[in-house]
């Protein structure tokens, strides 16, 4: 089983993502867990990698592109994997397609994982994260005993600068401007399912399963 997960931040993407690698013993692979390995590594990417990151531009498709087609030779991928924050644009999906094809294989299903916007923005704004152990909150479905305070360790619990109001709404701009092309790209293809995480996590993966049992794929646990 080969799957790609789409989904806006806040839409409850990594936490579907950690359910489908449990369900179906796949592997997660993270964008950015590639990176952050490579450049621990010092590997030839790695290090090409880290010249644009520390220069505060982006890392050129041609080398993140490598650095997944080497992460996808790795033994663990032989029993399936799921792409998080790969591909991100139109050429790198083409350029994934072409590196599949080259070995006989291909995406077996695209995972959107669909949010209102609006339903992001109750849920992000609303977060607070201790600044000791990282226990999340929120200030209305899941407060903490004491404002302000951590109830696992005592400690301050704050808004992150990433979780502002005019924060979160850029970033859902710009994941609409630069995902909706390639769900376009993946719904063409007829590979694209639909998973409505706007009230229950457990209905949205419930809606994915369905479908890639559809595919002939099936929970191992």
Do not use: W
């Amino acid at each position: 089983m080969k799957l790609i997960i789409l989904g806006a931040p806040g839409s409850g993407k990594g936490t579907m993502a950690t359910v489908l690698r449990d369900s179906y013993g796949i592997t997660h692979i993270s964008t950015g867990d590639i990176f952050r390995a490579n450049i621990k590594e010092e590997t030839p990417l790695g290090k090409e990698a880290k010249k644009y990151i520390d220069a505060g531009q982006l890392v050129p498709d041609e080398i993140t592109i490598s650095m997944v087609e080497d992460r996808l030779k790795q033994d663990d991928c032989k029993v399936g994997y799921l792409l998080d924050g790969f591909p991100r644009t139109i050429a790198q999906a083409e350029k994934l397609d072409e590196m599949l094809k080259a070995n006989n294989t291909a995406i077996d299903a695209v995972i959107r994982v669909d949010v209102p916007n609006e339903v992001i923005m109750g849920r992000v704004v609303n977060r607070r994260v201790c600044t000791s152990c990282g226990e999340s909150y929120n200030v209305v479905t899941r407060p903490t005993k004491v404002e302000g305070v951590c109830d696992v360790c005592g400690k301050e619990v704050v808004q992150r600068d990433d979780d502002k109001p005019e924060t979160v709404e850029q970033r859902l701009i710009t994941y609409e401007k630069n995902t909706k092309p390639l769900i376009d790209f993946y719904e063409k293809k007829g590979i694209l399912i639909a998973a409505d995480n706007s009230k229950d996590p457990k209905a949205a993966f419930e809606q994915a399963s369905a479908a890639l049992s559809k595919l002939g794929f099936q929970k191992i646990q």
